[in-house]
C-alpha cells in the first residue's frame, strides 16, 4: 500500500478521477495520458477504469521515488513513458519487480533552429543559471565557482534567471563574495526570453549545478541552439550531456564546477565542439518532431494493440 502521505494525495485526486472520467466519456475521448507518476496518473488510472478508455502516464523525475503505486500503474497502462534511461533505474529501484513490458523511454521534444547559429562570444562571457531559486538548484555553488574563475584571472557575468524563496540569501552571498558587478539578477524570465537570449548569442555558457534533476529542458534547449552547458552529473543529465556533448561535475562540488567552467571559458575548440555533438544529440534524440510522431503511433496503440 502506498505511503500515508502518498495515500492522502490519492484521496485528493479521486474526485478529479470522476470528472476526468465523465469528461472523457462526453468528448468520447480515445486514450487518457497523465503527466508525472504521482497522483495525476492515479486520477488517470481511476478514470480510465470508470471509463473503460485506455490510459497511459510519463514519469518524470522525483515522484517516481513515491512508488505511487507503480506496479500496479505499469501492469494497468497501455505504456508508461520515461524521459531518460535513469528514471527507468529509479523506478526499478523504487518499486522492485514492476512489469517493464510497457516502459518507453521517449525524450522531451523541443524545438530545434533549422540552422546553427555562430558560437557565442560575449566580452566578458555569459554564464546563464535558469532556475528557481532553491537550494537544489546550485545557486550557491555558482557563485563560489565564479569567485574562483575571477581569481585564476577570468572575466565573465553570471545572469540570474528566476524566483524562488531562497533568492535573498543568493543576493547576500553574492555581496559578501563581492560578486555586485558581477551577478546579474534577472528576476523571473519567461522561458521564451531565454530562448531569444540563445537565439541571439547573448548567452556563453548555460550552468545548472543542481543537486538532483529528471532530464532538465534548459540544458536540452541551451544544446539545440549551441550553446556549451555545465552541470551536475544527476539524474538524467549524463544522458544529454555525456559523450562529449557537454561537461558533467559532480554535485556540491565548487572547485570541480569552476574548474570545468575554466576549460570551457578557455578553449573555443572545446566550445565549439561541444556546441556541435550537443546540437547533434538534441537533433537525433530530441526534436519535437519526432517525439510528437511517437507519441501519435502510442496513442494509437501502435505495438500495444494486442496488449490486453
Keep these: ?28 475521448a480515445d486514450h487518457i495520458h497523465a503527466q508525472w507518476a504521482g497522483p495525476p496518473s492515479t486520477a488517470a488510472l481511476v478514470a480510465s477504469r470508470l471509463s473503460d478508455i485506455p490510459w497511459s502516464f510519463t ?35 523504487a518499486a522492485p519487480g514492476a512489469d517493464e513490458s510497457r516502459w518507453v523511454l521517449l525524450r522531451l521534444g523541443v524545438e530545434v533552429p533549422r540552422r546553427a547559429r555562430p558560437l557565442p562570444s560575449n566580452d566578458p562571457p555569459v554564464l546563464l543559471l535558469a532556475a528557481s531559486f532553491t537550494g537544489r538548484k546550485g545557486h550557491l555553488l555558482l557563485l563560489d565557482a565564479a569567485r574562483r574563475l575571477i581569481a585564476a584571472g577570468h572575466r565573465l557575468e553570471v545572469w540570474l534567471a528566476g524566483a524562488g524563496p531562497e533568492e535573498e540569501e543568493v543576493r547576500r552571498q553574492a555581496r559578501r563574495l563581492e560578486l555586485d558587478e558581477v551577478v546579474r539578477f534577472h528576476g523571473y524570465v519567461r522561458s521564451a526570453q531565454v530562448l531569444e537570449w540563445l537565439a541571439r548569442g547573448k548567452v556563453d ?61 578557455a578553449s ?32 494509437g496503440f501502435g505495438a500495444f494493440r494486442d496488449r490486453a
Excluded at 6 to 20: D, H
Excluded at 63 to 84: C, G, M, P
Design 59 to 93: 514519469a518524470h523525475a522525483t515522484e517516481i521515488h513515491a512508488d505511487n503505486l507503480l506496479r500496479e500503474k505499469s501492469q494497468s497502462a497501455w505504456f508508461v513513458r520515461f524521459v531518460a534511461r535513469a528514471m527507468m533505474d529509479r523506478a526499478r529501484h
Design 205 to 265: 555558457v548555460v550552468v545548472l549545478p543542481s543537486e538532483s534533476e529528471g532530464l532538465p529542458v534548459s540544458l536540452i534547449e541551451a544544446l539545440a541552439y549551441g550553446v556549451p552547458a555545465v552541470a551536475s552529473d544527476v539524474g538524467g543529465v549524463k544522458e544529454l550531456l555525456g559523450d562529449g556533448c557537454g561537461e558533467l561535475v559532480p554535485r556540491g562540488d565548487p572547485a570541480a564546477l569552476a574548474a570545468a567552467l575554466g576549460r570551457v571559458l
Design 268 to 299: 573555443p575548440a572545446t566550445r565549439a565542439e561541444y556546441a556541435r555533438s550537443g546540437r547533434a544529440r538534441v537533433e537525433r534524440e530530441f526534436a519535437v518532431e519526432d517525439v510528437v510522431a511517437r507519441l501519435r503511433e502510442l496513442f
Design 1 to 28: 500500500a502506498p505511503a500515508p502521505p502518498v495515500l492522502v494525495r490519492n484521496l485528493a485526486a479521486f474526485p478529479k478521477a470522476l470528472w476526468l472520467a465523465r469528461l472523457a466519456r462526453a468528448r468520447g
